[in-house]
């Protein structure tokens, strides 16, 4: 089973927020990288069969965002056990939810991703607002996970604007320029 933790894109800083911190959004600038990043997702071949995210704001939108480019409109869903204190226990649950997909994209929120990624794998990541981790779990070992790659945002984002034709993410000019921030 390949298993995606996206970390939602960039938001507004908590010191510049005054409500609650579950509804803390997405900046212009986060929804504009999220959207190029999902378009480098989608050339990559990036096809999970379910993405589940956080009940908070800024995963929902992150998640929003991402589905029409890997095709997974109607794959959307919400779960508590990716917000705060997301670990093992609400994984495993995630995964019995899930029995037929081959493959899971989840959106939420360090510390807890990167917590859980090296709980699965040993490896110690570090996980930028709107970067992913895929991580590969063995069927045949009940506890063999490797971590198979890991982009920051800032490299799905390179990627889409260096490599993108005319039909590039979406809000870029006809030239295949990417849109300027």
């Given at each position: ?17 005054d409500g609650d911190d579950a509804t803390r959004p997405l900046t212009e600038e ?138 590039g993410p979406p809000g870029q000019p006809e030239t295949g320029e990417p849109a300027?921030?």
């Amino acid at each position: 089973m390949e298993l995606y933790f996206l970390r939602h894109g960039q938001s507004v800083s908590r010191s510049r927020w005054d409500g609650d911190d579950a509804t803390r959004p997405l900046t212009e600038e986060g929804v504009s990288a999220l959207a190029h990043e999902a378009w480098t997702l989608a050339r990559l071949g990036v096809a999970p069969d379910a993405l589940v995210t956080s009940p908070m704001e800024r995963a929902q939108r992150t998640a929003e965002i991402v589905a029409p480019a890997l095709g997974l409109e109607g794959k959307l869903s919400t779960s508590s056990g990716l917000g705060r204190g997301f670990g093992m226990k609400e994984l495993r649950r995630l995964l019995r939810e899930h029995p037929r997909a081959a493959s899971i994209m989840l959106v939420g929120h360090n510390p807890e991703f990167a917590a859980v990624v090296h709980k699965l794998t040993g490896a110690h990541v570090q996980l930028s607002k709107g970067g992913l981790a895929r991580v590969h779990l063995s069927a045949r070992k009940s506890r063999s996970a490797e971590l198979v790659w890991l982009m920051q945002a800032g490299e799905l984002v390179r990627l889409a604007q260096n490599h993108a034709p005319s039909s590039g993410p979406p809000g870029q000019p006809e030239t295949g320029e990417p849109a300027q921030d």
